[in-house]
């Protein structure tokens, strides 16, 4: 086997394979700590308040939120943008780097998945709402009825509707068939019981044959393949929510890579928040190392800086275009009443990821956690910018409005935190959190022993 | 129905398992299954098997899935429920691109996963006989089955390639 002598170990410790399964299953076992209930108490109140802000949207009505007749956009669909954006990450760690053969990605790729999937169930709830009449949402499906009317396939929303259905689903199926192979792992460290019942049920009998593994292998190969141009194809249609419509600000050609960059770079920003956090809680620090973390934070040199020449792109073709009113647009996004909001969104994803190109701050687990909050911010407030502000000067002044959130907008956004949370804290107490085969099949290429033993 | 006799044996690590499989395939030892907590590069070489053809599974449902995706939406807006974007062309077919391709993803994702599913019978309730519960932790596990007569012969053959606890399992099929 092939020993690297320049790179880190990816997993560091001696570690023998029955090791790793035992320091993974480890935090499913024994009653879960204080710090577990408190999260999971916390993140079902949040869930709770959510679930109450929806129920006055639909019981008195979309009044309720800031939203005007300029403003026809705000939190929520800022929300839906950002929330698709941080599932990015999973497909990109699990199918991208896959095909790239970028083996660090053992260590976080099932954690970062099943933050897709929890991210995308978060996104798909603003659409919903925003319908203001949750029992009509199966009109955006095509079915034969009796009004004789079918959806419009023209629309960009009714590919968003294919395409944030499709991801999800996609991301579903890849995730739960990498995970079988570790249920199995779990099934037969249970003794007798009716956990074990469930796991063996969930682990869809699993055992390990060298033809399952090779055509596991080969289907999830190709699972890669397949998932690959799907999330860049599912931002690429949020984008176009707003590049096919006619809003100076809106309609441009640059927002497809634009908001697939940014979306991989929110997302991974996310999952550097949770992972850095997680690693501590359940004891991964051997799994989860600085390599790691520098693996991924260049990954955030990267596509935050492709983000960063989008806006300055963006504001060139303003001025180069010679037409006024796109140029005001840009203006009176940096200098209009909303400039605040442009200028914490430049300073979060411009500047601060700037900080990585430091080889003590890329490595440091303190400075990425802060740095990672920023980020979520600012793409948050990119989403935020590029609705709100271009829509609150309308084409007519008379029309110019503000937008402000009331109090039930910021209930669902919290909600979905809720939502986001209570999945997650289920998810690391039940099911293993890396990727137990994955990581056991690249011990040889980093462990120390190995390493040793090879001198 | 008789019951069905097999011989296992295990190895500790990937590689002496694959020297293993090669020495008992010299003495014509034909080898059941062999199972393993990752998967191991180069053991489906050794053991000759075929290649698999869910990626073909995958490209025939994902054709499927244009095909399906492209013609409803032409049907819809040319037949079922012709609407006039401004006298645009009724076939507009750069704007049915997004939905062809994320159904043919979807058809391509569900027949490589039920294919695998089904082709290694597995699926929620398979209720698949498990040899060894370390085989999903740490042994690469070789299991031969046993005709009349075969079994001490296959324990020592076994034994001989430096399997460790060599074991005799009766199943019922």
Redesign the interface.
């Known amino acids: 086997m092939y020993v690297s002598p320049v790179r880190e170990p990816l997993i560091s410790g001696e570690k023998s394979y029955s090791k790793v399964t035992e320091e993974i299953y480890a935090p499913m076992t024994g009653r879960p700590g204080k710090t577990w209930y408190a999260g999971l108490t916390l993140a079902l109140i949040a869930l709770m308040f959510g679930l109450f802000s929806i129920f006055v949207t639909v019981w008195d009505g979309i009044g309720t939120w800031g939203l005007n007749r300029t403003i026809g956009w705000g939190w929520g669909i800022t929300n839906f943008v950002w929330w698709v954006g941080i599932g990015h990450a999973g497909t990109f760690i699990s199918a991208i780097l896959l095909l790239f053969r970028q083996k660090w990605r053992t260590s976080i790729n099932r954690s970062a998945e099943a933050m897709t999937i929890f991210a995308v169930m978060c996104a798909g709830l603003f659409p919903l709402i925003h319908m203001g009449r949750l029992p009509l949402g199966f009109f955006i499906f095509p079915y034969p009825n009796t009004r004789d009317v079918w959806v419009n396939f023209n629309s960009p929303l009714l590919w968003d509707v294919f395409a944030i259905s499709t991801y999800l689903t996609v991301s579903l199926l890849f995730w739960y068939m990498g995970l079988i192979p570790d249920i199995g792992t779990i099934r037969d460290r249970l003794k007798n019981g009716i956990k074990k019942k469930i796991y063996a049920f969930l682990s869809f009998g699993w055992t390990g044959s060298a033809r399952h593994w090779m055509r596991h292998e080969s289907m999830s190969l190709i699972l890669a393949g397949l998932a690959a141009p799907l999330v860049l194809s599912v931002h690429t249609i949020v984008s176009f929510d707003f590049a096919t419509s006619v809003i100076p600000g809106w309609h441009t050609t640059i927002f497809p890579p634009y908001f697939v960059s940014g979306a991989v770079f929110s997302g991974f920003a996310m999952v550097l928040t949770l992972m850095i956090i997680t690693r501590k809680a359940i004891n991964l620090e051997d799994y989860i190392t600085k390599s790691h973390l520098e693996s991924m934070n260049k990954i955030i040199i990267a596509t935050g800086s492709i983000v960063g020449i989008a806006y300055i792109t963006e504001l060139f073709i303003a001025w180069y275009s010679g037409v006024i009113y796109e140029q005001y647009a840009f203006i009176n996004r940096a200098f209009g009443p909303y400039w605040w909001a442009y200028w914490i969104m430049m300073t979060c994803n411009v500047i601060t990821p700037q900080l990585f190109w430091i080889k003590s701050i890329r490595r440091s687990f303190t400075a990425t956690f802060i740095i990672s909050i920023f980020v979520n911010i600012g793409m948050w407030f990119e989403r935020f910018v590029i609705i709100v502000t271009s829509l609150h000067r309308d084409f007519l002044p008379s029309s110019w409005s503000m937008y402000s959130p009331t109090w039930v907008e910021v209930g669902i956004y919290l909600g979905t935190f809720g939502l986001f949370f209570t999945l997650f804290f289920l998810f690391i107490r039940f099911f293993p959190v890396i990727a137990i085969a994955e990581v056991k099949s690249v011990l040889k290429t980093s462990a120390e022993k190995f390493i040793k033993k090879g001198k | 129905m008789k019951n069905k006799t097999y011989v296992s044996g295990y190895f500790p690590d990937d590689k002496d398992l694959i020297i293993a499989i090669k020495e008992l395939q010299e003495k014509n030892v034909d080898i059941t299954?062999?199972?393993?907590?990752?998967?191991?590069h180069g053991?489906?070489k050794v053991?000759k098997?075929r290649?698999?053809r869910?990626?073909r599974a995958?490209f025939i449902a994902?054709t499927i899935g244009a095909v399906i995706g492209f013609g409803?939406?032409a049907w819809?807006?040319t037949e079922?429920?012709p609407?006039n974007?401004g006298g645009k062309p009724y076939l507009?077919v750069p704007?049915?691109v997004?939905?062809t391709?994320?159904?043919t993803?979807?058809f391509?994702?569900?027949a490589?996963?039920f294919?695998?599913?089904l082709?290694?019978?597995?699926?929620?309730?398979?209720?698949?006989?498990?040899f060894d519960?370390?085989?999903?932790?740490?042994r690469f596990?070789i299991l031969l089955e046993a005709k009349d007569g075969q079994v001490d012969s296959l324990q020592e053959s076994l034994q001989s390639v430096g399997a460790l606890g060599v074991q005799l399992h009766e199943v019922k099929s």
């Open positions: 299954d062999v199972r393993t907590p990752f998967p191991v053991l489906d053991l098997m290649r698999s869910l990626p995958g994902g409803f939406q819809v807006f079922a429920w609407l974007f507009s704007s049915f997004p939905v391709f994320e159904l993803v979807l391509a994702a569900f490589l996963v294919g695998f599913l082709r290694s019978h597995l699926g929620p309730g398979a209720d698949n006989h498990i519960e370390e085989v999903t932790n740490d596990q």
